[in-house]
T-cell receptor, first 113, second 116 residues
Framework: EAQVTQNPRYLITVTGKKLTVTCSQN?????MSWYRQDPGLGLRQIYY???????DKGDVPEGYKVSRKEKRNFPLILESPSPNQTSLYFC????????????FGSGTRLTVV | AQTVTQSQPEMSVQEAETVTLSCTYD???????LFWYKQPPSRQMILVIR????KQQNATENRFSVNFQKAAKSFSLKISDSQLGDTAMYFC?????????????WGAGTKLIIKP
């Protein structure tokens, strides 16, 4: 089944403790992206990647890191999480030019206390 | 910069009624896509319908249709014969066709409640 797999689904952590949210897709998509969803704000892009080893900042990249060493994986790293990073996170992937439309992961609910 | 506005934070209708969700957007570009996504309580993001800006014909998917008014920058979603399973958050989203990023710009969402 074609899908984007995110883990974990729920995560509670403490301020400053490094964490990684994993994202993997099995569709051979070049494009991958991370969004965060906050009430009243919709979804906002954190980082994106056009292909392996190519990443760039979205609208709200502060406090986040990503890497794209393999085509299928695009982990989101919070080096020192803070309470304002409490949010619902989505990973998404898409084929490149000419086929707009995302496949989303199931989301990760992160709480930083 | 592109923006998307959904002016209705919450709506509720009776089952089997027709409901229209509003969306306006702002862009100076000509080539773009518009989307409606549904997010049920399971929080999965589900594509409802997609509209290419260069197409004058409004997109339809079964009970879902859009009214795309390019000059007015309006993109409303009509749900006919609403069902209890349509209860969800609905997001309008805009994608500019560039080769550097396939970023979706999202509205704040409309919470739709279908009452039995």
């Amino acid at each position: 089944e074609a899908q984007v797999t995110q883990n974990p689904r729920y995560l509670i952590t403490v301020t400053g403790k490094k964490l990684t949210v994993t994202c993997s897709q099995n569709m051979n998509h070049e494009y991958m992206s991370w969004y965060r969803q906050d009430p009243g704000l919709g979804l906002r892009q954190i980082y994106y990647s056009m292909n392996v080893e190519v990443t760039d900042k979205g609208d709200v990249p502060e406090g986040y890191k990503v890497s794209r060493k393999e085509k299928r994986n695009f982990p989101l790293i919070l080096e020192s999480p803070s309470p304002n990073q409490t949010s619902l996170y989505f990973c998404a992937s898409s084929m490149n030019w000419g086929a707009p439309g995302y496949t989303f992961g199931s989301g990760t609910r992160l709480t930083v206390v | 910069a592109q923006t998307v506005t959904q002016s209705q934070p919450e709506m509720s209708v009776q089952e089997a009624e027709t409901v229209t969700l509003s969306c306006t957007y702002d862009t100076s570009e000509n080539n773009y896509y518009l989307f409606w996504y549904k997010q049920p309580p399971s929080r999965q993001m589900i594509l409802v319908i997609r509209q290419e800006a260069y197409k004058q014909q409004n997109a339809t998917e079964n009970r879902f249709s859009v009214n795309f008014q390019k000059a007015a920058k309006s993109f409303s979603l009509k749900i006919s014969d609403s069902q209890l399973g349509d209860t969800a958050m609905y997001f309008c989203a805009f994608m500019l066709l560039t080769r550097s990023n396939y970023q979706l710009i999202w509205g704040a969402g409309t919470k739709l409640i279908i009452k039995p």
